[in-house]
């Protein structure tokens, strides 16, 4: 017998509390899957460029790839033009994901300077055109993610979550950072919880996410509906399961390695596989205290069958 879902997004059931966020470079299919497998509640991929996806289809293509257990899938997206967010999301929902989120969220330069990402919050706007013409047009349901302004002097939250919930948005993630803070300096659970309690739609909360712990006291704190775990979860795809790393053996990381790197060559090919599964790495390795000289092999071999056997070496007579 199925349970009850612990939210709704629009029609969409979710069931679970902790979901992986997106992260450029990070929450793509192979760890998406990994992460959906040990209980991120959803699967929401990197961030997708309206750009690409109307005039260089073929660049944004390795992003939308998704399996059917990731599902409820999501396709985030992000640009500055509200007539080529609603071209882009529908060209992508040809492909049949079950929400589109808009990002409002990312701090990155070259994302702001053209107005996108958390450049958007300058404009609220455009923000209201946005999810009125994507909410009109679109059958799946679309939402958000956010930060609480751009700096200390224009927080503006209040007012941008209002307009995404009264222009038809069905959910939205919180940030609870500005983007000048980027990703440092605390994050602000009072705002999530000011946001919670003036919304009808679910909010996701963001921010301050460092172990188990913090997830449970972000939804005691915020009454939130979930909770979205960043750089929290790189190299941790455990903490989805409700397990901080000290808690989890030696054998388990080292599988959990391997069965990671597998998938990322399985979408990458062999050689290029091998090479992006390394910035993974370095964080799995992190709580490790293993030879120096034993990490740098590992981090520059271009073998296969070199990196599998030193793996299993490194882990023989580890534990934690």
């Known amino acids: 017998m199925q349970k009850n879902p612990d939210f709704i997004i629009g029609s969409v059931p979710i ?37 690409d996806v109307v005039k260089n289809y073929s660049k944004a ?19 500055s033009d509200p007539s080529r967010i609603l071209e882009a999301a529908l060209i992508l929902r040809g492909l049949g994901p079950d929400i589109i989120d808009v990002n409002m969220g990312c701090s990155a330069q070259a994302v702001v300077n053209r107005g996108a990402g958390a450049g958007l ?13 994507l909410t009109s047009a679109l059958d799946i349901p ?39 803070q ?21 909010v996701i909360g963001n921010g301050g996410i460092d172990q188990v712990e913090d997830i449970d006291r ?27 790393i000290n808690e989890v053996s030696g054998d388990e990381v080292r599988d959990v390695v391997l069965e990671h790197l597998k998938r990322m060559q399985v979408l990458y090919g062999e050689s290029m596989g091998l090479i992006r599964f390394r910035k993974h790495l370095k964080r799995y390795l992190q709580p490790f205290e293993f030879n120096s000289e034993a990490k740098k092999e590992l981090m520059t071999t271009n073998e296969t069958s070199d990196f599998i056997s030193i793996i299993k070496d490194m882990f023989s007579n580890f534990d934690v």
């Open 121 to 133: 919050l300058k404009e609220p706007e455009k923000i209201a055109e946005i999810f009125k013409k």
């Open 218 to 244: 972000m939804l005691a704190e915020t009454n939130c509906d979930a909770v979205m775990v960043g750089r929290a979860a790189i190299g941790n795809p455990w903490i989805f399961a409700r397990k901080d």
């Open 15 to 51: 069931f679970g509390r902790v979901i992986l966020s997106p992260m450029d470079g990070f929450s793509d299919l192979p760890y998406r899957s990994l992460a959906r497998e040990y209980g991120s509640a959803m699967s929401i991929t990197e961030f997708i460029s309206c750009i």
């Open 182 to 202: 980027g990703l440092r300096g605390p994050a602000d659970w009072n705002a999530i919880a000011e946001i919670k309690n003036s919304l009808r739609i679910p």
């Open 142 to 180: 679309v939402t958000g993610k956010i930060r609480l302004g751009w700096d200390k002097d224009s927080i503006n939250y209040p007012l941008i979550s209002r307009i995404i919930e009264e222009n038809g948005g069905k959910a939205l993630a919180v940030h609870a950072r500005t983007k000048k």
């Open 61 to 79: 293509e390795p992003l939308l790839r998704f399996n059917e257990e990731e599902r409820p899938i999501v396709f985030q997206i992000y640009d």
